[in-house]
């Protein structure tokens, strides 16, 4: 079965410093994956994807995140962070169209993100 | 994206009792999901709400506990019935927009006592 593993649950970095939050799954095959951030009180929005192609993908905010297909990892970063990115970062994961498609996707714990002044 | 509102944002409920969700789409979707966020934990699909058939549940859940209506390409329902205080969670909506990329709702807290 398909899972994903966040390892960290909580970060804490100072405004202006670089993020690395780790993503790590297990699927039988490339899946499609994700990166959603929820702040307090929201929804989740989604932050980018990868289906195919450049593994360094750029996303919303400043985000990107890059997939290595060796590690099973899609590791999102930010080189500057800014007080407003605090939240909570879910990685999630779902089925490739090679693999039959579908929508159902697979989330993580979360990796909750601190960010001190 | 779609924009999507639910309702109520929050309650409280008494064990024992049924809370319905409602979960309002700005466009017309054929995919509409319902998701369980236990405090601290992550997403959990509860079931597939598909407009003109029957719901399709995870694992776990049930229809006797978690029924759905889906009347329309815009709109759908999650009632929680007969809660008990481990109910006590968020509940989202989410759609399929863009192919393979979902969009959610804000949200609903439920408090069960």
């Known amino acids: 079965a398909q899972s994903v593993t966040q390892p960290d649950i909580h970060i804490t970095v100072s405004e202006g410093a670089s993020l690395e939050l780790r993503c790590n799954y297990s699927?039988?095959?490339?899946?499609?994956l994700f990166w959603y951030v929820q702040s307090p009180g929201q929804g989740l929005q989604l932050l980018l994807k990868y289906f195919s192609g450049d593994t360094l993908v750029q996303g919303i905010k400043g985000f990107e995140a890059e997939f290595k297909r060796s590690q099973s990892s899609f590791n999102l970063r930010k080189p500057s962070v800014h007080w407003s990115d605090a939240a909570e970062y879910f990685c999630?994961?779902?089925?490739?169209?090679?693999?039959?498609?579908?929508?159902?996707?697979?989330f993580g714990t979360g990796t909750q993100l601190k960010v001190e002044l | 994206s779609a924009v999507i509102s639910q309702k109520p944002s929050r309650d409280i409920c008494q064990r024992g009792t049924s809370l319905t969700i409602q979960c309002q789409v700005d466009?017309?979707?054929?995919?509409m999901f319902w998701y369980r966020q236990q405090p601290g934990q992550s997403l959990t699909l509860i079931a597939t709400a598909n407009q003109g058939s029957e719901a399709t549940y995870e694992s776990g859940f049930v229809i006797d506990k978690f029924p759905i209506s889906r009347p329309n390409l815009t709109f759908s329902t999650l009632t929680v019935s007969n809660m008990s205080p481990e109910d006590s969670s968020i509940y989202l909506c989410s759609v399929v927009g863009h192919p393979y990329e979902q969009y959610f709702g804000p949200g609903t807290r439920l408090t069960v006592t």
């Open positions: 466009s017309q979707v054929t995919m």
């Open positions: 999630a994961v779902g089925p490739s169209i090679l693999t039959g498609g579908g929508n159902k996707l697979t």
């Open positions: 699927y039988g095959a490339t899946p499609y």
